[in-house]
């Protein structure tokens, strides 16, 4: 099992856009977490697994409250350092190895990530319908 941590200093994004950078809007995924709302920005829980592929699999959970430290678990390392990436990259985060830290730049998980390809999944990011997700519209895809 491959573990991360990541000290987030802003709100997460929409959980739907872990899934996307991840694996991309379309992708059929089991999900349970603890977001208040689709569009929720506070979550500190989020397990996904691709159908498609069911091996790739990752959870994320809090770890530490204070200060919130949220640990990500996948079997596959690429894809642990993908989330854990993501999540310190979008919420002005760092990560680490260890619970206790050094708790460094996001791009330091860049080197876990092996063949994932980070500018693919950047693009399915930025394009994904849910950067348009609010409380108030929580389902942008079916606005289109």
């Known amino acids: 099992m491959a573990t991360l941590y990541v000290r987030p200093t802003g709100p997460r994004p929409d959980f739907r856009l872990v899934l996307a950078f991840a694996w991309g809007d379309a992708t ?3 999900t349970d977490g603890n977001s208040q709302h689709p ?3 506070g979550w500190t829980e989020l397990y996904a697994q691709n159908r498609c ?3 790739e699999v990752f959870d994320v959970v809090a770890a530490s409250d204070d200060p919130l430290v949220l640990q990500v678990d996948s079997p596959l390392e690429w894809l642990a350092a993908a989330v854990a990436y993501l999540l310190a990259e979008a919420s002005a985060g760092s990560v680490a190895s260890d619970l ?3 708790f460094v730049p996001a791009s330091a998980a860049l080197a876990r990530l ?3 390809d980070v ?3 950047w693009t399915r990011y930025w394009g994904s319908l849910f950067q348009r997700s609010s ?3 929580p389902y942008p895809n079916l606005n289109t």
Request: aromatic letters at 4%; a negative charge.
């Open 28 to 30: 059929d995924c089991d």
């Open 39 to 41: 569009a929720d920005r």
């Open 53 to 55: 592929r069911p091996g």
């Open 100 to 102: 206790n830290g050094p």
């Open 114 to 116: 092996a063949t994932f």
């Open 119 to 121: 500018q693919a999944a």
């Open 135 to 137: 409380a108030i519209n």
